[in-house]
């Protein structure tokens, strides 16, 4: 193998899978499954065959199915888990049985009552056992970090002589730091004659906050394959996250001088779909793919990436797959901020108005934590409380029924000529947004329609607020009526009137010269 290469070992439907509250249904590990190779990790974990039919199940139709990784099967050293591993298996194309038995004197003593040696031999034997299933084979001393040095080496070097081709050094406990781990690493290479034999792989535990960090300390001393999951997800405090290690391999490679096989632009994708099928929310403050991983608050930090993303991004969004940073517009942010989002959504402002729309703001920002794009869509819609009515609603007339199909005539008034349409829908407000659009023969998108009752009682006014696109921008209109189907005809006329106010404004008039 090249010695710049790091293996991704993705562990997220094993490890990953025992996390308290986790749980996968066979097709949702499928899928799983096949977005990992998308993603293009090297091996997948694909469960633990031995432990239920649905996991045999998930690791038999994800080694069937999935192509590129290698597909894996966790077993102990007995012999039904080899055997139920190597079945599982037996249809991938590129299979690697992985079994494991503890070694640390704690685990030896209170967990298994057995010697050193007869630890050993049940190593040498799932591992001889699995040898006859596939040829890739590797094998874990579960609790390493916690295992006595002389055992370890001891026990590393007897499981290549007896044909382990992958040897992975757990932190199963997350105990370690990274100096220690990072020399624990270098030892193994230093004094197990024979481990250039096999690929060596770690597979931290995150008990203290130090996965990713552990990671990183034993790729620097040699360790070529990284067992990791998305998300960071696993046992108790879970496993190091794969996008973490993932990506300080990439932002820093002039300091660690390794490859990887990963498209990292699958990551937010993949962590998207694991959160979302396993339950699991992901906290906005997670490096990578946490909601805030790339949102700017500060009005100074704001003004910096406008000019400069490299000011306060190390990473550019759209390497992990996002389409852009975030800036969060808050009581911190600063008039450029604003000037920007107005201008990507649409409302290139003059200085002035600009300085009007930047005070309401303010205003707002000061009673909401964060201002949305659909709350400057309201601050510009008041803004322009004076716009032209181009088309005023003259009359309409709705047929609707249980058995009639809902049917609206429509008229119009726009430059003193009235203009009538008639049209079938969904609906009757569907039709009736049919008729007005032959109307007005605009290309408008209806995003979004909401009714809310603004009084109570059988007479209560209906408020309706509708958002259209055109040509991408978004522009709101609202009404309010006794009559939930004229409140929405108005309400819908009110966006087009606004849409024909702000075009004149901002794309037929001098943009730069436009007061709202
Ligand atoms: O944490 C651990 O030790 C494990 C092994 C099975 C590799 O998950
Ligand atoms: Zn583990």
Known sequence: MDSNRVLVFDTTLRDGEQSPGASLSVN????????????????????????????????????????GPTITGLARCIDLDIDRA???????KKPRIHTFVATSKIHLEK????????????????????????????????????????????????????????????????????????????????????IHKAILSVHCHNDLGLAVANTLAAVRQGAQQVEVTINGVGERAGNASLEEVV?????????????MGINSKEIIPTSRMVSRMMGIPVQPNKAIVGA?????????????????????????????????????LGRHSGRHGLKQRLQEIGYPLTPEDLDRIYERFLELADKKKEVFEEDLLALIAEESQDVTEAFQLEYFQILSGNHAIPTATIGLKHKDQVFREASVGDGPVDAAYKAI????????????????????????????????????????????????IEASIRAYVNAINRVLFLKEKFTNGNSEKAQL
Do not use: W
Request: hydrophobic residues 40%; glycine residues 6%; contains cysteine.
């Open 28 to 67: 949702d590990k499928v899928a799983i499954a096949h977005q990992l190779a998308r993603l293009n990790v090297d091996v997948i974990e694909a469960g633990f065959p031995v432990s239920s039919e649905a996991q045999f199940d998930a690791v038999r139709r994800i080694a069937q199915e999935v192509d």
């Open 86 to 92: 190597g079945e599982a298996l037996k249809d991938a």
């Open 111 to 194: 967990k298994f009552r057995k010697t050193e040696d007869e630890i050993l031999e049940m190593a040498l034997k799932g591992i001889k056992r699995a040898k006859q299933y596939c040829d890739d084979v590797e094998f874990s001393p579960e609790d390493s970090a916690r295992t006595g040095k002389d055992f370890l080496f001891r026990i590393v070097k007897a499981a290549i002589e007896a044909g382990a081709t992958t040897i992975n050094i757990p932190d199963t406990v997350g105990y370690s730091n990274p100096e220690e781990f990072g020399e624990l690493i270098r030892e193994i290479i230093k004094k197990v004659d024979n």
């Open 247 to 259: 990506m300080a391999l990439k932002t820093r490679q002039a300091f660690y001088k390794k490859q």
């Open 292 to 328: 805030n991983a790339f949102a700017h608050e500060s009005g100074i930090h704001q003004d910096a990436v406008i000019k400069d993303a490299s000011t306060y991004e190390i990473m550019t969004p759209t390497e992990i797959g996002l389409e852009s940073n975030k800036i969060v």
């Open 437 to 484: 659009d032959k109307i007005v023969k605009m290309p408008l998108k209806l995003a979004d329609y909401s009714l809310k009752g603004v009084t109570g009682g059988k007479d209560a006014m209906g408020e309706v607020v509708v958002h259209v696109t055109e040509n991408g921008k978004r522009i709101i209109g609202r009404a309010a009526s006794t009559d939930v």
